[in-house]
Nanobody, 120 residues
């Protein structure tokens, strides 16, 4: 079973930084586009950033210029560097592995448990 494990959340003051990590465990013959989402209490989950297999990236307007998504050399880890954090960035951050190649039954990844980011 393919799993995602997020880490790196915490509590910081406004203007601070955090680096989130998402580790993907699964067959090496599966390919994914990796995404970060976040969900604040009482709100819907929203897109934050994505990185494709060929390293194309995109960001939500609300985080553009402050957040940077990157991928580890082994491609099983995705990072989200968050700078100049604002109170409105407070949320649980989730990683998604969106399957782009490989058998669905063997490659489909469930959502991770999320990591909490609190900015005061």
């Amino acid at each position: 079973q393919v799993q995602l494990v997020e880490s790196g959340g915490g509590s910081v003051q406004a203007g601070g930084s955090l680096r989130l990590s998402c580790v993907l465990s699964g067959p090496t013959y599966c390919s994914y586009e990796m995404r970060w989402y976040r969900q604040a209490p009482g709100k819907e989950r929203e897109f934050v950033s994505r990185i494709s297999g060929d390293h194309n990236t995109s960001y939500a307007d609300s985080v553009k210029g402050r957040f940077t998504i990157s991928q580890g050399n082994a491609k099983d880890t995705v990072y989200l560097q968050m700078n100049s954090l604002k109170p409105e960035d407070t949320a649980t951050y989730y990683c998604e592995a969106r399957l782009t190649n490989g058998p669905y039954a063997l490659c489909q990844a469930d959502w991770g448990q999320g990591t909490q980011v609190t900015v005061s």
